[in-house]
């Protein structure tokens, strides 16, 4: 791929990215949302299926993320490439439109969901810190809103302007002070380059720890206080595989950063590394949350940011939701633009005011909980798994073993690859191992997502 920065608006960037901006980027694409549900699954299915679900699901997803590397590295030479652009060149020009529609639902899911959840929760930080935050109601009629924290008593999960208790309970359309936060300061991050974006992910990152370990010791000092073990094998195995499928996707992202890496960082040193410091996380988070209550929620913030917890621990969980689900829209959104923008099916600026600007446009409306909402990240889930790793899989194989698709040329004669994905000695049992990976996968993501989709549907 060509090194050369691209400027102006909605520009690309160069081969910048070492190696330690390698790793948080995928540490922290890895380890988000995800890691909210962990205690809760781990108090209900025990620990041990947990962390050998996580286990083995690192381990595939570790290898399918490598594969994939290794497809990308042998597309030739001479100009920049993208995650449909991959899927076009091996399977034919169709390929590229049909792959294009769920890879842009899934990033856009995932941005839009987040964005909601991020707003409410620099609302709540606000309410925290200053007692109070506002809001312009723009329907039924146009006013100014404010919510204080004693209007939670109304909800169990305290949302601010969830409903209006003087308007007999009506849901406005509201754009709230918290909304306005969150687009000023990540929107246009959207339109810079991934390697424009490493420092701001490197500040998630840091504060990310700092959060982590306030969380570890909270968990850590109530568990002290909790007379039930936390239980070796549980009774509700429901969530365990979508948990930990779920919490490994990567693939979306991957191409865009081998663009931009320099070419010293080894992929399989910040692949593995990055896994096996997510998986760790995990662990850690999942095991001491579940024992540090004897029921546990299914979101670790909705109980962390409570009026009862230390204040410490509720500027922490508002903390975690603000800035490092925050800081994932930005990726979400660029990956978007660089597939439209390079791909030529827009614009530069076209490109930028679809993936950028369209889903904060989109966003506000649905700040409430709108049951659009909930099909916008249904739909999101749905498209996930094939997305981060049946079709990287997929494309891996057709590299491997071009007879498998019925293709006649193997773009591994097209460019050679620095990646090994497997040993030496494993070589060639390359096209096994793929068809195994996909046979494991596959039946595991239909049966995870409509097991999370029917949870959530029921719980809605």
């Known amino acids: 791929a060509s090194s050369?920065?691209?400027?102006?608006?909605?520009?690309?960037?160069?081969?910048?990215?070492?190696?330690?901006?390698?790793f948080?980027?995928?540490?922290?694409t890895l380890v988000g949302p995800g890691l909210l549900e962990l205690p809760h699954t781990v108090q209900a299915a025990g620990w041990l299926p947990v962390l050998l679900a996580l286990g083995v699901v690192c381990v595939i997803s570790a290898l399918s993320v490598t594969f994939f590397c290794d497809a990308i590295e042998r597309y030739?030479?001479?100009?920049?490439?993208?995650?449909?652009?991959?899927?076009?060149?091996?399977?034919?020009?169709?390929?590229?439109?049909?792959?294009?529609?769920?890879?842009?639902?899934?990033?856009?899911?995932?941005?839009?969901?987040?964005?909601?959840a991020t707003a409410q929760v620099t609302d709540q930080l606000l309410l925290f810190m200053f007692d109070r935050t506002y809001a312009l109601q723009v329907f039924p009629r146009v006013r100014i809103l404010s919510w204080t924290e004693e209007e939670c008593?109304?909800?169990?999960?305290?949302?601010?302007?969830?409903?209006?208790?003087?308007?007999?309970?009506?849901v406005p359309t509201v754009l709230t002070l918290g909304y306005v936060l969150c687009a000023l300061a990540l929107a246009p991050l959207g339109s810079l380059s991934l390697d424009d974006n490493i420092k701001f992910q490197t500040f998630a990152f840091v504060v990310q720890l700092f959060l982590m370990a306030e969380f570890?010791?909270?968990?850590?000092?109530?568990?002290q206080h909790v007379e039930a073990p936390l239980r070796v094998v549980g009774d509700s195995y429901a969530d365990v595989m979508g948990v930990a499928i779920f919490n490994f996707a990567l693939c979306m992202c991957i191409p865009s950063w081998m663009n931009e890496k320099k070419p010293a960082v080894s992929v399989n040193k910040t692949i593995w590394g990055s896994m096996a410091a997510a998986t760790f996380s995990y662990a850690l988070i999942g095991v001491l949350g579940a024992r540090s209550s004897v029921h546990t929620n299914d979101n670790m913030l909705t109980a962390l940011g409570q009026p009862h917890m230390p204040?410490?621990?509720?500027?922490?969980?508002?903390?975690?939701?603000?800035?490092?689900?925050?800081?994932?829209?930005?990726?979400s959104c660029l990956v978007i633009r660089y597939n439209l923008q390079l791909s030529n099916t827009l614009s530069s600026t076209g490109a930028t005011l679809v993936a950028t600007v369209a889903p904060w446009v989109l966003s506000w409306p649905l700040y409430q909980g709108h049951a659009a909402l909930n099909v916008i990240s249904y739909a999101g889930m749905v498209v996930n798994g094939l997305v981060n790793m049946l079709l990287p899989l997929a494309l891996?194989?057709?590299?491997?073993?071009?007879?498998?698709?019925?293709?006649?040329?193997?773009?591994?004669?097209?460019?050679?690859?620095?990646?090994?994905p497997l040993p030496s000695s494993l070589e060639r049992f390359r096209s096994m191992l793929i068809r195994a990976a996909l046979a494991l996968t596959l039946p595991a993501i239909v049966a995870a997502t409509a097991i999370k989709t029917v949870s959530q549907i029921s719980g809605s």
């Not at 204040?311 to 990726?331: D, E, M, N, S």
Request: charged fraction near 15%; glycine fraction near 8%; aromatic fraction near 12%.
């Open 311 to 331: 204040a410490l621990t509720r500027l922490c969980a508002f903390l975690f939701g603000a800035i490092i689900i925050g800081f994932g829209v930005p990726v």
């Open 4 to 22: 050369e920065r691209h400027s102006g608006l909605g520009h690309v960037g160069a081969r910048t990215i070492g190696a330690a901006g390698s």
């Open 396 to 420: 891996a194989l057709s590299v491997a073993d071009p007879s498998a698709f019925g293709l006649r040329k193997s773009m591994q004669l097209e460019a050679p690859s620095t990646v090994r």
């Open 216 to 223: 570890s010791l909270h968990f850590w000092d109530s568990a």
């Open 76 to 116: 030739p030479a001479g100009r920049r490439f993208e995650y449909c652009d991959l899927f076009g060149h091996v399977w034919g020009k169709r390929a590229f439109r049909w792959v294009m529609l769920p890879f842009a639902l899934c990033n856009l899911s995932q941005a839009i969901t987040a964005i909601v």
């Open 153 to 170: 008593q109304y909800f169990s999960h305290c949302t601010p302007f969830k409903a209006v208790p003087e308007a007999e309970m009506e």
């Open 24 to 28: 948080i980027l995928c540490y922290n």
